[in-house]
């Protein structure tokens, strides 16, 4: 009988063969399912139904190799993923393989030799099971399940078992679609793969909470002894009516000396001088890895003093504070209950950091993670039957408090550049006691004061979730005070107390006493969103003849809502003459079509009965760059108008305004330009920005063929084009022409979690060794990344099984490849038709042969010993292919 064959597309160059007659039963077969809208082979979950089922079910002969059909189906497990596995399909049965089926679900498993057994345990080490061809039973826990001789089939790649019994013994219930050769699974067991992807999860999770992810590559800082990097400069020139033109110059350099950031800000102006006060300067040497001493700082320091200092003051400046943003704080504990043997997952900020089962009584625990600022803590919990709760609170850390066991000081000392040249120094300690209380204190130094030395004490208190309190003592000079509260239903109170010493004079201030209070709540809703916020003052201070107080008020709504946002401001004084001053003033955003933005305002005070200032304003782009501003502002009160017109526009490497403003008195121009030069004299590169770029750093990616797989860029070794990069911050600048690619605007003293894309180059012979790198930005520097790109070999070829006369391919067969000293390099595996292949092999000789363990507890042996291969240096890669293995029985050839 003639056979006609039928070629299925199985993958791009494979193909399988079926025969005529397989065809035919297997359109019958189709036919016969799609009358009864398809067929499912399912297993109930109830065990004694399964075996009841099971045992009414008539007995098959069992299967030999011309009875049942190897192919390829898809396995779907819910919430895991799919994978697609061999299957044997037998009288309308689908047979899975044991071991890739409870490898894909991360089930301990152990094959025998002869591949007659599996055995190992499922999930809790004490369940144990064996799964025995030559005993037809699956002993799990203890107990016995008898199986029919046509439950499992041995195949030359491994044990198969009736996709029912999964079901009927471990409650992994398989559910086949013939149509679409594919199995879902249908389980109530957390299985091990969905566990670890939980775990896995939330591990990430924790890392990006706490601002921490794992690279491959860790780059830190590089120190040298002077180099020049950064330019910017701005010209900003202002002209009015019968007042003289005023025009300020300002040049700033960055470079780094001896080790340390050495930053000079020059300011020159057309109507005065030039004035050393005038200018800003200072030497810095930061070392983040070093607890006891991080930064030290000479020349204009920023002290943050608690007397009033107008000028500038040079000196010198010790911390062991880092320059990096502090995320993570520590834990706090939650503790409820819930129903008994619910599920219940905690969110922090949307994201799932930890999960954990209540107890029979319903309690739970957890330990939350906390970052500073305010954290949204979820809980979602799960019923057995679908049941889903949810439960929100709010978690907010103030930046003034410090990790448990922390200590942290600064010591500053200095010139004040006034006209009495005082002399200033301050020294702060803090401490986190706890993750509740942190404490600190020290003393503060002026001489042009009566009280040169002042003394200060504060501390920081969290009592309990949502309740801060923070004190303040400076002796002779300030008393401070602050509660803050955060209700369950998201209103903020705070009150504030601020208490000065009637004979100070260190800091500058007409008042004695205030008392505020500040009331706050944000709304959101589906298709609005928006913040309320009352803030209440009463003060107190005193003249030569009298003591007086007045209060103020201010209510803010700002609120945005189908698009348009708005903003509502009332303030009010009120004293012992009555209300001086109170007013409402009121604005809103409209977007009008072609890229327009209208900005209406109005001002109405109520002491005057009558709105005093009304404002329109249109802003519209242009050109993607630019930004045209119209206003015009009626004064009702002084009847006098306000008529302006300004242009923005960015270029590539400068940013420019221009803008003229009219009233009855006067006119009003301004001009302004500003930019910035990059510079690195490794790679000779000299480049403009519209950014300032003083104090900040660079970044310089150069991708290159690394055609001898050392890793390092050597002469001969040609630019990468297309490679595609993510990082978390700066702005990506790309030049085609030599393939680097340049990242600026990076904070220094930061590190940059960079990844490449390793599906970014046209050729799949281009490959990444490393794709992930955390990098420390060095300032007023480019930091110089070369790539090496892996121009990757690939080997390929078919392991056959021989049958008789004719050849079939043989899959899940392990192929070896070793380099020329006989050093394994790599292996990898068949496919259902035997087909392998193997991409990452650098240029040289290798030997590629089929897998000698395997073929022995196979009682195989292969045609060829081993086949010899090279793989020539090239750009563009080497592929060898039409490798041919044959594989037969030991007994056949006996």
């Not at 086949?867 to 029985?889: E, Q, R």
Request: charged share 20%.
């Amino acid at each position: 009988m003639t056979t006609t064959i039928l070629y299925c597309l199985v993958r791009p160059g494979q193909y399988c063969l079926i025969t005529c007659q397989k065809i035919i039963c297997l359109l019958l077969s189709i036919l016969f399912l799609y009358t009864f809208n398809g067929f499912a082979q399912s297993t109930p979950i109830d065990s004694k139904l399964t075996d009841i089922t099971y045992q009414k079910t008539a007995a098959r002969p069992e299967p030999i190799s011309s009875d049942y059909d190897e192919i390829l189906i898809i396995l779907n497990v819910p919430r895991i993923g799919s994978i697609e596995i061999p299957a044997v399909i037998y009288q309308e049965i689908v047979y899975l393989p044991v071991k890739e089926f409870f490898d894909f679900l991360k089930i301990r498993n152990t094959s025998a030799s002869d591949l007659s057994s599996v055995e190992g345990f499922f999930i809790n080490p004490n369940a144990t099971y064996s799964i025995d061809k030559s005993q037809n039973q699956i002993v799990y826990e203890g107990k016995k399940y008898e199986l029919q001789s046509s439950d499992i089939i041995i195949t030359s790649s491994g044990l198969y078992l009736n996709a029912f019994q999964f079901g009927r013994v471990f409650g992994l219930n398989c559910q086949f679609n013939f149509r679409s050769l594919s199995v879902n699974l249908v389980t109530g067991i957390e299985l091990p793969a969905l566990r670890e992807m939980k775990l896995e999860a939330m591990h990430r999770n924790l890392n990006v909470l706490k601002g921490e992810k794992k690279a491959d590559t860790i780059i830190n800082r590089r120190f040298s002894f002077f180099h020049m990097g950064t330019f910017d400069w701005s010209v900003l020139s202002a002209r009015e009516t019968n007042v003289q033109n005023n025009t300020r110059v300002t040049l700033g350099i960055g470079a780094n000396f001896a080790g340390g950031e050495t930053n000079l800000f020059l300011n020159y102006y057309n109507n005065r001088s030039f004035k050393l006060s005038d200018q800003f300067y200072y030497w810095r040497y930061v070392n983040n890895a070093h607890k006891a001493l991080r930064q030290v700082t000479l020349g204009k320091i920023l002290s943050n003093p608690s007397s009033t200092i107008f000028s500038g003051i040079n000196g010198i400046q010790i911390t062991n504070t880092p320059t990096t943003f502090r995320r993570s704080f520590g834990s706090y504990q939650i503790s409820d209950k819930t129903e008994p043997g619910w599920l219940v997952e905690l969110y922090v900020n949307n994201v799932l950091v930890n999960y954990t089962r209540a107890d029979a009584s319903g309690f739970f625990t957890f330990d939350v993670p906390m970052v500073y600022g305010n954290s949204v803590v979820r809980l979602r919990f799960f019923g057995p039957w679908g049941e889903e709760r949810n439960k929100e609170q709010n978690l907010a850390i103030p930046f003034n408090f410090l990790p448990k066991n922390q200590f942290e000081y600064t010591l500053n000392a200095g010139i004040i550049e006034d006209n009495q040249k005082g002399r200033f120094s301050r020294a702060q300690f803090n401490y986190g006691v706890n993750n509740y209380i942190t404490v600190g204190g020290g003393v503060e130094y002026l001489s042009s004061v009566s009280k040169k030395a002042m003394p200060f004490l504060n501390a920081s208190l969290r009592l309990v979730a949502n309740l801060f309190v923070t004190g303040e003592y400076i002796q002779g000079v300030r008393s401070k005070g602050i509660i803050s509260y955060r209700l369950p239903s998201d209103i903020r109170i705070e009150l504030n107390y601020l208490r000065y010493d009637r004979d100070q004079k260190a800091i500058k201030i007409n008042f004695l006493e205030e008392k505020k209070i500040v009331i706050s709540r944000p709304f959101r809703g589906p298709k609005y969103s928006a913040f309320a916020r009352l803030t209440v003052d009463r003060f107190s201070y005193s003249t030569i003849s009298k003591y007086s107080k007045y209060s103020s008020a201010e209510l803010l709504v700002s609120a945005v809502a189908y698009g348009i946002s708005s903003n509502l401001l009332s303030y009010a004084i009120l004293n012992e003459a009555g209300i001086p001053l109170a007013f409402t003033n009121l604005s809103i955003t409209f977007r009008l079509p072609h890229g327009i933005n209208f900005l209406p305002q109005a001002q109405y005070e109520y002491t005057l009965k009558k709105f005093t200032r009304a404002k329109a304003e249109m802003e519209k782009s242009l050109f993607k760059r630019g930004f045209l501003n119209l206003s015009y502002e009626w004064d009702f009160k002084n009847k006098n108008y306000v008529a302006g017109v300004g242009l923005r526009y960015n270029l590539s490497f400068m940013q420019t305004a221009v803008s003229v403003r009219r009233s009855k008195q006067n006119t009003e121009s301004t001009v302004m330009a500003r930019g910035s030069i990059l510079y690195n004299s490794k790679t000779n590169y000299i480049g403009l920005n519209n950014q300032n770029n003083v104090g900040k750093g660079g970044l310089i990616i150069a991708p290159y063929f690394d055609l001898n797989f050392n890793g390092k860029r050597e002469p001969g070794e040609p630019a990468a084009p297309g490679l595609k990069l993510r990082i978390n911050g700066g702005h990506i600048q790309r030049n085609d022409r030599d393939t680097i690619i340049r990242v600026t605007g990076l904070d220094a003293y930061t590190s940059y979690f960079l990844e490449l894309d390793k599906n970014s180059f046209e050729n799949i012979a281009w490959q990444l060794r490393k794709s992930t790198f955390s990098i420390t930005i060095d300032p007023n520097h480019f930091t110089i990344l070369e790539v090496p790109v892996m121009v990757a070999g690939e080997v390929s070829g078919t392991v056959y099984l021989q049958k008789d006369i004719s050849r079939s391919g043989l899959g899940r067969i392990v192929v070896n490849i070793y380099n020329s000293d006989s050093v394994f390099v790599s292996r990898t595996i068949t496919e259902s038709d035997g087909y392998f292949s193997y991409l990452g092999l650098s240029p040289g000789k290798y030997i590629v042969l089929v897998d000698p363990d395997q073929l022995k507890k196979l009682n195989m042996q292969s045609s060829s010993v081993f086949l010899p291969i090279t793989i020539n240096n090239s750009k563009d890669g080497d592929a060898v292919g039409g490798l041919v293995f044959v594989l037969s029985n030991n007994t056949e050839k006996k």
